[in-house]
């Protein structure tokens, strides 16, 4: 059973672009939601990450939103650059656990065109 | 800092060879964790660590086997390689129970 549910699969934005990447999850007792960015032939690394006592979380470019009652959160970069071509993890994990409870989403590959 | 160094970085092994896969910190991180990524399912944790001595099954773990002698090292075994084991493998560690830190993945093909 898939706990998060990461769309799209991939995305192409032009330059300059907002790129949105949606997750989606089951369970209620989340709450450590973080974003996890991955370059071709690298490690992912930890991008952002939110709690769900605020619903929005902005780090430059890079904002997460979160609705806790519909149960998703989202991943928004404002104006889009080459460089931001990489492939996006989301992930949950309840609380009082560590890393050993995140579940991670299937991968957002995003492709920013000039 | 190196961070987190994971050896060998590429291996092509057959059907029932074993192998080791080696796993390095120098952040003085308590927790280390073994992931495999495969197409269309994000990562998937094999086996952790909380500490020195310690091993604990995560998502994934028949096939695989894992030691922590010493703090900064974690390993993965591999006793009977079987092409199902052909994915990239991560090792992460951290410090709280929050921030991730990867090493660069170890692609495994089993022939």
């Known amino acids: 059973q898939q706990q998060v549910k990461q769309s799209p699969q991939s995305l192409i934005v032009q330059k300059g672009g907002i790129s949105i990447i949606n997750c989606a999850y089951e369970?209620?007792?989340?709450?450590?939601f973080p974003w996890y960015q991955q370059f071709p032939g690298k490690g992912p690394a930890l991008l952002i990450a939110?709690?769900?006592?605020?619903s929005e979380k902005k780090e430059g470019r890079f904002t997460i939103s979160f609705n806790k009652s519909a149960k998703q959160f989202s991943l928004h970069i404002m104006d889009s650059q080459p460089g931001d071509s990489a492939t996006y993890f989301c992930?949950?994990?309840?609380?009082?656990?560590?890393?050993?409870?995140?579940?991670f989403g299937t991968g957002t590959r995003l492709t920013i065109i000039p | 800092n190196a961070g987190v160094t994971q050896t060998p970085k590429f291996r092509v092994l057959k059907t029932g060879q074993s192998m080791t896969l080696l796993c390095a910190q120098d952040?003085?991180?308590?927790?280390m964790y073994w992931y495999r990524q495969d197409p269309g399912m994000g990562l998937r944790l094999i086996h952790y660590?909380?500490?020195?001595?310690?091993?604990a099954k995560g998502e994934v773990p028949d096939g695989y086997n894992v030691s922590r002698l010493k703090k900064q090292n974690f390993l993965l075994g591999l006793e009977s390689a079987a092409p199902s084991q052909t994915s990239v493998y991560f090792c992460?560690?951290?410090?709280?129970?929050?921030?991730?830190?990867f090493g660069a993945g170890t692609r495994l093909s089993v022939l």
């Open positions: 992460a560690s951290s410090y709280t129970a929050e921030r991730l830190v």
């Open positions: 660590s909380v500490g020195e001595g310690t091993t």
């Open positions: 992930a949950a994990s309840p609380a009082n656990f560590g890393n050993e409870k995140l579940t």
């Open positions: 952040m003085n991180h308590e927790y």
């Open positions: 369970n209620t007792a989340f709450d450590y």
């Open positions: 939110i709690r769900p006592d605020v």
